[in-house]
């Protein structure tokens, strides 16, 4: 099985970037759909990007434009690249794994297999 592991979390001023990557281990990333999902203190796991086996990307509407996902194969790394971040972005970021071939994003926070999280805060 996979095993993930986030880094790139940070502290930043509304409107910085932050670049999230998530290293696979254990297994080919390309066996999976793979995705981002978050969850800030209180709320419920909100789903935000994946990119699937077939190298479809897919967003919430709450960081389309800003966000993009992308996967190096031969690094077997997921990574998030934030860009206008806003205070409302602030939230524990998960990576997460499916071994299936299409995905969503909504279908992120449910994925099989999860990294420990890596911390985004934005201040304003």
């Known amino acids: 099985q996979v095993q993930l592991v986030e880094s790139g979390g940070g502290s930043v001023q509304a409107g910085g970037s932050l670049r999230l990557s998530c290293a696979a281990s254990?297994?080919?990333?390309?066996?999976?759909?793979m995705g981002w999902f978050r969850q800030a203190p209180g709320q419920e796991r909100e789903g935000v990007a994946t990119f699937d086996r077939g190298g479809r990307t897919t967003y919430a509407d709450s960081v389309k434009g800003r966000f993009t996902v992308s996967k190096d194969n031969a690094k077997n790394t997921l990574y998030l690249q934030m860009n206008s971040l806003k205070p409302e972005d602030t939230a524990m970021y998960y990576c997460?794994?499916?071994?299936?071939?299409?995905?969503?994003?909504?279908?992120?926070?449910?994925?099989?297999?999860r990294g420990q999280g890596t911390q985004v805060t934005v201040s304003s």
């Open positions: 997460a794994a499916e071994p299936r071939y299409y995905s969503y994003y909504g279908d992120a926070p449910r994925f099989r297999y």
């Open positions: 254990g297994d080919s990333s390309t066996r999976y759909s």
